[in-house]
């Protein structure tokens, strides 16, 4: 008999432990099967052999009356007692050539991995499907010493299992669903997570059914879309090639839908530039809140249009965490500015530590900052600025960043260079006056964070009707990214070709004037853009 082609959607490993007080083991296990379960795993650390056979058995007929697989985690033993569908092992139990023979071969055997090599191994070692963790941390299992992977890093796994199936595992709960499946598309095959493996997220709630329905939406949502939607550029929600023409007319097209909507535009942003980012917004026809408390970022999230998190003071690294979890939850679009991010240990960290919390839809950074993200030593920083000649083929840097990060990159300079991971875009717009004032690279990721909630609104509007989740956030993200950068800069241009213009001082505040004259036609006459790859 050969196996089983398994859905791996949603896979619960049993935890009786952690089931609410009063709660029944296998009434809770049935409800979750009822609630969309498509696996389970029985796993019990610390029950005698005889108890858990008979925990195994009794499992076994419920999964069975479901049609559901049932796997036993470690122990080959009570395996062959009960002969389910399959064996779970980790990296510390039974090596995968001895449970091999001893199940046989029309068993299926799932290994944990938490690497490349592991899974490597995994792979050529015969493996039906890998459990990748932990990819964040749990109170279900002592993770405290090992490395969190968070979806970026399961990404990276995802790349090398040549087709064997993967469930994520570790600290997963409705919130974070969305972002690790998104986050976690792998940067070269972009191949997806076939499902997420939980334990507390369904075991410890009152209500199981529900609990296992409600991530099996999230699952089905994701995976229904990856298989209509364009899956290159889903992250940007491009759908064909076009031209610098077309994407300039998209743009200026954004400006009106901010206009019209005066979305709001949340920031939590340094306190350098606190005051001019928030009348630049004013100024493109949108309004700022700078709300940093956490308790007061999650009520707000709702309402945004956009969020900017830019790190330049790291003040507010609690309210940082919040609001972008929160503007995940609602699919709201996030700009991320990682100012000086390359340039002190304590910023490497955070800027870690904000990216496994939450999915960015666009990271903004000049090249410095962008080097230090992508682990480039080609250009180096001193403090926040970028210092050196540059990259040599800065397209690809944006290009293979985006694809890692699962954003839309827009790296800033005398020239910006802009990828979804699939599209390059580089634009020629702005002054040399924009160096010498503060904080005009923290404006652009503002003004970029402004026409993301266009473009969001602008897909909303005309696409009511359909369903599109092959986003985190809906919309065309990579035309809001290439809308803020022109809009800004040719604002800035406008700015100081004024007579009135003397030097950076009367150029700060032509800036924001221009920004609130700069119009569509400004736009269309003065962008300059190239498409490098499509
Ligand atoms: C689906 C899935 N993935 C990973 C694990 C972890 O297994 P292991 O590494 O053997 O650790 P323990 O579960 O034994 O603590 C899993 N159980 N299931
Ligand atoms: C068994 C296991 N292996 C890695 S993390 C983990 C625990 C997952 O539990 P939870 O879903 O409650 O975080």
Not at 94 to 123: K, M, Q, T, W
Not at 354 to 372: C, D, F, Y
Not at 383 to 404: I, Q, T
Request: charged share 20%; with cysteine.
């Amino acid at each position: 008999m050969g196996k089983a082609a398994i859905d791996y959607s949603l896979y619960l490993v049993t935890g009786r432990e952690l089931l609410p007080e009063g709660k029944d083991y296998y009434e809770s296990l049935e409800e979750a099967l009822q609630g969309g379960v498509t696996v389970v795993q029985v796993r019990e650390k610390d029950t005698d052999t005889g108890e858990f056979v008979e925990i195994a058995r009794k499992t076994k007929e419920i999964t069975d009356k479901y049609n559901v697989p049932l796997f036993i985690n470690d122990r080959i033993d009570v395996f062959l007692a009960v002969r389910p569908a399959g064996l779970h092992i980790g990296q510390s139990d039974l090596p995968l050539a001895r449970a091999r023979e001893l199940v046989g071969d029309d068993a299926l055997i799932g290994v944990s991995v938490s690497n490349v090599d592991e899974a490597r191994a995994a792979v050529a070692g015969g493996a039906d499907y890998v459990g990748v963790g932990a990819i964040w941390d749990t109170g279900s299992k002592d993770v405290t010493a090992k490395l969190k992977l968070a979806p970026e890093g399961a990404g990276v796994v995802l790349d090398v299992l040549e087709g064997v199936p993967s469930v994520a595992i570790g600290g997963i709960h409705p919130p974070n669903v969305p972002q690790l499946l998104h986050g976690s598309v792998s940067p070269v095959n972009r191949t997806a997570l076939d499902g997420v493996a939980v334990i507390s997220a369904i075991v410890s709630s009152a209500d199981p059914r529900a609990a296992a329905a409600g991530i099996r939406a999230q699952v089905d949502s994701f995976k229904r879309a990856r298989k209509t939607g364009n899956t290159q550029a889903v992250f940007s929600g491009a759908k064909a090639a076009r031209t610098p023409k077309e994407l300039i007319e998209q743009s200026a097209a954004l400006m009106a839908v901010v206009r019209d909507n005066t979305p709001l535009v949340h920031q939590l942003t340094n306190n350098v530039v606190i005051n001019d980012s928030a009348n630049a917004t004013l100024a493109v026809g949108a309004s700022p809140i700078m709300a940093t408390n956490p308790f007061d970022v999650k009520d707000l999230s709702p309402a945004i249009g956009a969020l900017l998190v830019n790190f330049g003071t790291i003040t507010d690294k609690a309210g940082m965490l919040v609001a972008g979890r929160e503007a995940n939850v609602n699919r709201k679009p996030v700009v991320y500015d990682p100012v000086a991010v390359g340039a002190t240990a304590f910023r490497r960290s955070t800027s870690k530590e904000l990216l496994s919390h939450w999915q960015p839809t666009v990271i903004k950074g000049n090249p410095a900052e962008i080097g230090a993200l992508a682990e480039s030593t080609e250009v180096a920083s001193r403090g926040v600025d970028a210092v050196g000649g540059g990259f040599a083929n800065p397209g690809s840097v944006v290009k293979v960043l985006a694809r890692r990060k699962n954003a839309i990159v827009v790296m800033t300079g005398k020239h910006d260079y802009i990828s979804d991971g699939e599209t390059v875009l580089k634009t020629s717009n702005g002054v040399d006056l924009l160096e010498v004032i503060t904080g005009s690279g923290c404006m652009t990721g503002t003004i970029v964070a402004t026409f993301c909630a266009a473009a969001r609104l602008h897909f909303l509007a005309s696409n009511a009707a359909v369903e599109n989740d092959s986003q985190l956030v809906q919309g065309d993200h990579l035309v809001g990214a290439l809308a803020g950068v022109l809009v800004f800069n040719i604002a800035a241009e406008l700015a100081a070709a004024r007579p009135d213009v003397k030097g950076p001082g009367t150029f700060r505040a032509a800036l924001i004037d221009e920004l609130y004259n700069v119009r569509a036609a400004d736009v269309l006459a003065r962008a300059k853009v190239e498409v490098l790859e499509v």
